[in-house]
């Protein structure tokens, strides 16, 4: 469904594409600026995790993986950086993928964190060899567990007394979609 075009962009729509993650600075720019918004701010931190922390974490998933893309929106003529999707290898054999990432609060309710949620699926899936894709909730966030249940990512697991945030010890979500049940949705 997704295919890269002559320049290495992955049209999502007409007027959304991702393209690799990394080969301008301005996709880092845009990484820490996204971080910055106040109502992203307060879904992503808690104790323990702060900007410069996530930041080196980040680094260290496209060193391990190389996986990323960045999100630009606008039309033919003119666009501008909205999102990113980054893939962590979580394990080698067999090969799971965790899924991080975020789009501009401005495209929120427009279905297209939904596409690049989809295009990483559909990457994971279809052009490597990995057997799970993964998606961790640290904090209660209704949005993110939207996406991934309407991914097919099911909760498999609640880790309790995982992290904390302004002192107060919370649990840990983990979410999971399988090759095989990937495939299963995509036929139905």
């Known amino acids: ?44 931190y808690y104790d323990g995790l702060d900007e410069q922390t996530l930041l080196k974490l980040y680094a260290e998933y496209l060193k391990s993986s190389g996986l990323g893309w960045i999100g630009f929106h606008g039309n033919e003529y003119e666009t501008e950086r909205r999102g990113y999707v980054i893939l962590q290898t979580m394990n080698w054999h067999p090969l799971v993928y965790s899924i991080h990432g975020g789009i501009d609060p401005l495209l929120w309710g427009k279905g297209i964190a939904q596409k690049m949620y989809d295009f990483a699926t559909e990457y994971v899936f279809e052009h490597t060899e990995a057997q799970k894709l993964e998606g961790y909730i640290c904090r209660p966030n209704r949005l993110i567990e939207g996406y991934f249940k309407r991914g097919g990512m099911e909760l498999e697991h609640e880790l309790s007394h995982r992290i904390t945030h302004n002192g107060n010890v919370s649990g840990m979500k983990v979410y999971g979609l399988t090759k095989e049940k990937y495939h299963s949705l995509k036929e139905n």
Do not use: S
């Open 1 to 44: 469904m997704y295919t890269a075009d002559y320049a290495g962009r992955v049209w999502l729509d007409q007027n959304n594409f991702v393209a690799p993650f990394g080969h301008f600075p301005a996709d880092y720019e845009y990484v820490v600026k996204y971080l910055r918004y106040p109502q992203i701010k307060k879904r992503t």
